[in-house]
């Protein structure tokens, strides 16, 4: 019913009223201690005057610190202290106004002040507090036990939020992570207990633990290792906290993303922005997952311009509404006059050319339109380079270019040849291979996300299929530092970490969603022109650079006339695949899909 809702004066009428009931009974019991609770009669007289004034004081002094406008839930360690201080400053001046006016309020025993003074801040608070906590263990068993991962700042104002009703978890218990172990195990955290990571399976059992919530960074081993402990010992719900600039809080789950990602512990961010800032640069491909990140960097790197081209009208569209200062063109690399115009017009310093068909099986069952995008695309990106004095071309290259089974890695190992054995006068060019990121379009990670999203089944092609996987913006800004170390004719391999096995990928996506045993992993078999294990060098003879994660692979000599015959009778022969085994002769095409 209406009238039983909480508003804000039915709060304040309640507050009044029990605070002058609580202060009559702390002010007769004062007096009751001061006398051992045999009052003379002589001093009951002045009482109600007495009291009259300190409870005006009171509440003069409690609405001028908001404690009648605050909600019993949120009651906090900071309302405790204004409850104090409005004390200290009611009691102070009622002692001045008794000092001053003394005869008025005679006779009075002036140590029932001290005593009210304790009695008063004692009950007034432990009804709060009270209050509060009844609330809160009302509350309980509609919030899921949680177990807190990290003893930090983040984790108290976590704990606060939750008792506040804030999120739907309740805080059972704390594990303090490695270094913070030492000092913290056994104490408390706005009252909930610290444990140590021994103590992880035990707690789960004891408190029934239904999710668990990380207030720490932890790299990726770090983050698998606990969340397959969490996961073997029934915990399912796994989620990441954190506070934003505004102040804000955040709760959402632990992604594949996030037990996947690679994070290099070299990125230079000095050096990359040496590299681009004040620089005109030209990106093509800039609608791809890769050239858009790419185009991000340079902005937040202070390119002096961007010129972003691409031929798929809305990814140019999506990245020029994000980047408006940026130029925006609608063309594709393989126009050679309209390309060449751009050249002359804007006259880039730093080119990095992302414009590639990277589709497997699409390039596959066209492969006249891979061949022209990406060897002709790439051939007049390089030659328009050189012809207008660009400082650096980077080339965006692919593991699948390493003894590539099928036309895209082909094509793109010819991209390599041709940039690593052209004479590129003053221009310097560089390639620069890595396998795949992560939520790139295309990626089987949208893929998995939807199968399991509408029940499955999840389709994996081989159980012994593994890729290499890295976050977008690192893996960007790992080309950018390539570049920038770049002196020309190079091919750059981005140390990738480890791979990592698709169906287990698969797997841990459905655990991820809470759909074991719901949705089920069926294998389709390989489809044309893929391969189990991507490799991003051909050999032990690539050498290290002064960043661990980019190496420098030894040069491939391939005469760039013969070079240039070659890609001329390419396009002219009948049999494409032989032309192109030709010039990549460790090219072996795998031409229908293998079967289980």
């Known amino acids: 019913m209406s009238f039983l809702q909480p508003t804000i004066l039915k709060r304040i009428l309640f507050f009044l009223l029990v605070d002058l009931a609580l202060s009559v009974f702390t002010l007769v019991l004062s007096y009751g201690l001061r006398f051992n609770f045999e009052i003379p009669e002589e001093f009951i007289s002045p009482f109600f005057a007495i009291f009259l004034l300190l409870f005006t004081l009171k509440v003069i002094f409690f609405s001028y610190f908001n404690l009648y406008m605050i909600a019993w839930r949120f009651f906090s360690l900071g309302d405790a202290k204004k409850l104090l201080l409005a004390h200290l400053w009611g009691y102070g001046i009622f002692a001045l106004v008794m000092l001053q006016y003394f005869e008025f309020f005679a006779p009075f025993p002036r140590s029932v002040i001290g005593i009210d003074f304790v009695l008063s801040l004692f009950f007034i608070g432990l009804l709060r507090i009270a209050k509060r906590s009844y609330l809160e263990q009302a509350q309980k068993p509609l919030m899921k036990p949680t177990l807190i991962i990290g003893v930090n700042t983040k984790a108290t104002q976590l704990i606060k939020s939750a008792l506040n009703g804030e999120f739907s978890y309740f805080p059972s218990a704390i594990i303090a992570y490695k270094k913070e172990s030492k000092n913290t195990i056994h104490t408390y955290v706005n009252g909930v207990k610290v444990f140590s990571m021994d103590e992880l399976e035990a707690l789960i059992k004891k408190f029934n633990i239904e999710a668990a919530i990380l207030t720490i960074e932890l790299e990726r081993d770090e983050l698998n290792l606990i969340y397959e402990r969490l996961s073997a010992a029934g915990v399912q719900e796994v989620r990441y906290y954190s506070l934003l600039d505004d102040k804000k809080e955040k709760i959402e789950p632990i992604s594949i993303t996030d037990l996947l990602a690679r994070h290099p512990k070299d990125l230079d961010p000095t050096l990359i922005s040496t590299f681009i800032k004040d620089k005109k640069v030209l990106i ?9 990140e790419i185009a991000r960097q340079c902005h937040r790197f202070g390119a002096a311009s961007l010129l972003l081209l691409d031929h798929a009208e809305y990814n140019l569209y999506t990245i020029k509404e994000e980047l408006p200062q940026a130029a925006a063109k609608l063309i594709s690399v393989i126009n050679t006059d309209e390309m060449k115009s751009i050249f002359a017009q804007y006259r880039p310093q730093i080119v990095i050319h992302a414009a590639a068909y990277k589709h497997v099986p699409l390039c596959e069952d066209n492969v ?28 965006i290259s692919t593991d699948k270019a390493v003894r590539p089974t099928n036309v895209m890695g082909a094509t793109k190992r010819v991209t390599e040849l041709y940039a690593q054995n052209i004479d590129s006068k003053t221009t310097e060019i560089v390639a620069v291979r890595f396998g795949n990121v992560l939520g790139s379009s295309g990626s089987v990670i949208p893929k998995f996300r939807q199968q399991i999203e509408q029940g499955g089944p999840v389709t994996v092609t081989h159980p012994e299929m593994t890729r290499y996987f890295m976050l977008i913006p690192e893996a960007c800004q790992l080309v950018l530092q390539a570049a920038a170390i770049a002196k020309g004719n190079e091919l750059f391999i981005l140390d990738m970490g480890e791979p990592v096995k698709i169906v287990d990928l698969a797997r841990k996506m459905i655990q991820l969603y809470g759909k074991e045993g719901e949705v089920n992993i069926s294998f389709s078999g390989l489809r044309p022109g893929e391969k189990l294990y991507e490799e991003l060098m051909l050999d032990e003879s690539e050498q290290k650079t002064s960043y661990e994660s980019i190496f420098v692979s030894r040069p491939t000599p391939y005469d760039i006339q013969k070079l240039k015959r070659d890609i001329e009778e390419l396009f002219l022969a009948q049999n494409k695949i032989i032309a192109l085994q030709k010039i990549v002769p460790e090219f072996e095409r795998r031409k229908e899909s293998e079967r289980l």
């Open 284 to 292: 093509t491909g800039a609608g791809g997952s890769i050239g858009s």
């Open 368 to 395: 006249q339109s891979a061949l022209k995008n990406n060897i002709l695309g790439t051939m007049n990106v390089v030659d328009l380079s050189i012809e207008y004095g660009v400082q650096k071309l980077v080339i």
